[in-house]
């Protein structure tokens, strides 16, 4: 089980990046290729995705992980919406493969909270669209917080939205914050193995690509996604423990995304290795 958090990128490119993995004590990486908050897509040059490739392959960390920006909704029922989401995900793809990117990741979206097989059609479509564009790095989407019209929160919603992209690429982002925000009950033990027996019950623990490891600010099930760090939320030290003790993690990454500084990441890294034991 690798560890890591979303870091970002100084001027130094992905120089910034590795430095930024050493200041926690991390062995993996999130970042953007990309203004997160603009419709802007990579501007990545060949010089630039060589020099990227060969100083992160030089540290030995990994995976490296991208995220999409913000505004990417996957499922969005805005035609011009769902289109620029479309186009920035291929930019945001096909940079990915320049700079050597393991995974790149795209939230389920949302749609009208009247049509949810709609939504769920249309994410589908970016999420397939996206995949085959892709040459190395691999697709995967992240689970939602149960918020309004969102396509997928739920192991049985990801499952109907893994079928209906009707290709076996695409993987699956557990972010659990998320999930206990959406009422799985991941601070306690029995919580966490039911979690693990309905995604092998839909058919989909294969497709779990990687974790987004973060504590949650509110209470289970209300719905809200707010990251805390770890121990410090709802999940607490007790959830944390199961989550990390399950053997479906041994060979994934767990990526923070937590809203502390790089000392305090430092110190939560730390708390899940030993957790790990």
């Known amino acids: ?148 019209g969102a396509v997928a929160s739920t192991i049985a919603e990801a499952a109907e939205l893994l079928a209906a992209t009707d290709i076996d690429g695409v993987g699956l982002c557990l972010d659990t914050c998320h999930l206990f925000a959406s009422g799985y009950a991941l601070d306690t033990a029995e919580g966490v193995e039911t979690l693990f027996a309905e995604l092998v019950a839909e058919g989909i623990a294969g497709r779990v690509a990687l974790i987004h490891a973060n504590d949650s600010l509110f209470p289970r099930g209300e719905r809200r996604d707010r990251h805390e760090n770890i121990g410090d939320g709802f999940i607490g030290q007790d959830g944390w423990r199961a989550i990390v003790a399950r053997p479906e993690l041994t060979d994934l990454a767990l990526i923070l995304e937590t809203p502390g500084d790089a000392t305090r990441q430092a110190e939560d890294i730390a708390l899940l290795r030993s957790l790990a034991g």
């Open 1 to 148: 089980m690798r560890v890591g958090a979303h870091v970002r990128r100084r001027s130094g490119g992905i120089d910034g990046a590795v430095d930024e993995c050493r200041l926690r004590g991390a062995d993996a990486a999130q970042i953007f290729v990309s203004n997160p908050r603009g419709w802007a897509g990579p501007r990545v040059t060949e010089e630039d995705a060589a020099a990227f490739r060969q100083s992160w392959s030089a540290s030995g960390f990994g995976p490296l992980v991208a995220h999409a920006p913000y505004l990417v909704n996957i499922a969005s029922p805005n035609r011009d919406f769902v289109a620029k989401s479309r186009a920035l995900a291929g930019s945001t793809v096909r940079a990915c493969d320049a700079l050597g990117i393991d995974f790149l990741v795209l939230h389920a979206g949302a749609g009208g909270p009247t049509e949810p097989a709609a939504a769920r059609d249309r994410a589908a479509t970016t999420l397939r669209i996206a995949s085959d564009t892709a040459e190395h790095v691999r697709v995967v989407v992240e689970l939602m917080a149960g918020t309004a």
